[in-house]
């Protein structure tokens, strides 16, 4: 069955970088893109960016232009986010999920704490 | 500030129908882009629950249905039950390249 599963929780400082991992299996890697969305404590989702598994293209949300880089390896079928200059406000559980428009399946996310 | 607009909270009697209501603009479900439904149960990751408007992935009960109309589109539970007690969320794509979600909408089951 197609699965997305992600890297372990993570505590960073402020200020620093963090790099949560996704793995694919069950489906040809490159046919589709892979989507980030990250959802603060009790808050909504948040779209982050996509990646094409295919050629490497990305497209980001503005508001995180310049802190976020999005990468594949397609020999692990395995999509990273990268996410720098913590702030506190990043407190969040990061999610993949497979496909630029439409999102399915999803990982099981990865809870990313920001904290001095 | 959510891109889509969706009621905060709904409720419900087991068996009962409840709509959720999502509405958007001309640059994102207004411009002609489909709009997604997810079900986030506590403590999980989202799951699709409609797409493309109206369809339903294999495995999603009939009582859930999606439908669209100009820059709104709406969810319907019905015959409500229990089990589904959780946040809903609606997704479209705009014109500026991304893709947006309204609020979420906390489901109780009275």
């Known amino acids: 069955q197609v699965q997305l599963v992600q890297s372990g929780a993570e505590v960073k400082k402020p200020g620093a970088s963090v790099k949560v991992s996704c793995k694919a299996s069950g489906y040809t890697f490159t046919s589709y893109g892979i989507s980030w969305v990250r959802q603060a404590p009790g808050q909504g989702l948040e779209w982050m960016g996509w990646i094409s598994a295919y050629n490497g293209n990305t497209n980001y949300a503005q508001k995180l232009q310049g802190r976020v880089t999005m990468t594949t390896d397609t020999s692990t079928s395995t999509a990273y986010m990268e996410l720098r200059s913590l702030r506190s406000d990043d407190t969040a559980v990061y999610y993949c999920a497979r496909d630029r428009k439409r999102f399915d399946p999803w990982g099981q996310g990865t809870l990313v704490t920001v904290s001095s | 500030q959510s891109v889509l607009t969706q009621p905060p909270s709904v409720s419900g009697a087991p068996g009962q129908r409840v709509t959720i209501s999502c509405t958007g603009s001309s640059s994102n479900i207004g411009a002609g882009y489909d709009v997604h439904w997810y079900q986030q149960l506590p403590g999980t990751a989202p799951k699709l629950l409609i797409y493309?408007?109206?369809n339903r992935p294999s495995g999603v009960p009939d009582r859930f249905s999606g439908s669209k109309s100009g820059t709104s589109a709406s969810l319907a539970i019905t015959g409500l039950q229990a089990e589904d007690e959780a946040d809903y969320y609606c997704q479209s794509y705009d014109s500026s390249l991304s893709a947006v979600f309204g609020g979420g909408t906390k489901l109780t089951v009275l």
């Open positions: 493309g408007n109206s």
